[in-house]
Nanobody, 120 residues
Framework: QVQLVESGGGLVQPGGSLRLSCAASGSIRSINAMGWYRQAPGKQRESVALVDSGGFIAYADSVRGRFTISRDVAKNTAYLQMNSLRPEDTAVYFC??????????????WGQGTQVTVSS
């Protein structure tokens, strides 16, 4: 019903930057919130950043000041600008969207994940 397509991951050196994108499509009436999560090998998935329909933004303490989440409402797309990357940021990054469908039902959508590797 809703598809999320992520892009922008890759290999970067410590201190470098990457920008992730997440485009939502499908039977969308409105998007209530979009966020980014990440999962490193052997660890649980953790929240990274969130932006809701009212523009409220929240970050994990570990990324605050280095990562910036933004959203293009017209394009149903969220972005995660990641600066000053550290090796501990290495993980698979997942996009999430809480969507109101055209049927007025709520739907929690996940992207397929994109690998971010920070290494020299």
């Amino acid at each position: 019903q809703v598809q999320l397509v992520e892009s922008g991951g890759g290999l970067v050196q410590p201190g470098g930057s990457l920008r992730l994108s997440c485009a939502a499509s499908g039977s969308i009436r409105s998007i209530n919130a979009m966020g980014w999560y990440r999962q490193a090998p052997g660890k649980q998935r953790e929240s990274v950043a969130l932006v809701d329909s009212g523009g409220f933004i929240a970050y994990a303490d570990s990324v605050r000041g280095r990562f910036t989440i933004s959203r293009d409402v017209a394009k149903n797309t969220a972005y995660l600008q990641m600066n000053s990357l550290r090796p501990e940021d290495t993980a698979v990054y997942f996009c999430n969207a809480v969507v109101t469908l055209s049927t007025r039902s709520l739907y929690n959508a996940w992207g397929q994940g994109t690998q971010v590797t920070v290494s020299s």
